[in-house]
């Protein structure tokens, strides 16, 4: 789960999200703990939170991701970045023979 802080008023309507116990308290009608998973709790019903809240989510979808703020971004390996060592020496790579034509002139 990522955590997210909220930028502008959201609204949760199912799945699992991390809320710590005052968040929790003040949802207990939309909100049900997860055995074995503290602090993760299934929403049961509509939950809204306000600007400035922080919350665990995993894989929000696009709508919520307008109004979320990763608080830490997770570090995602990029595809162009080659290590130094990794990347791989033009001439260590066999190139193909050039072909040669032969033409007879008579």
């Known amino acids: 789960m990522q955590e997210y802080e909220t930028t502008g008023t959201i609204r949760v309507n199912c799945g699992y999200i991390g809320l710590d116990k005052r968040q929790a308290k003040a949802r ?6 997860v ?3 503290q602090g993760i709790y299934d ?3 509509p939950v809204e939170f306000k600007a400035g809240e922080k919350i665990l ?6 709508a919520l991701l307008k109004s979320l703020a ?3 971004p997770e570090k995602m390996p990029q595809a162009d970045a080659v290590k130094k060592e990794d990347a791989v020496k033009k001439e260590d790579v066999a190139q193909p023979k050039k072909k040669t034509t032969k033409t007879r002139h008579r």
């Open 28 to 33: 207990t009608t939309r909100v049900k703990a």
């Open 35 to 37: 055995k074995d998973r």
């Open 43 to 45: 929403v049961t019903g």
């Open 57 to 62: 989510l995993e894989n929000p979808d696009k």
């Open 70 to 72: 990763p608080v830490q």
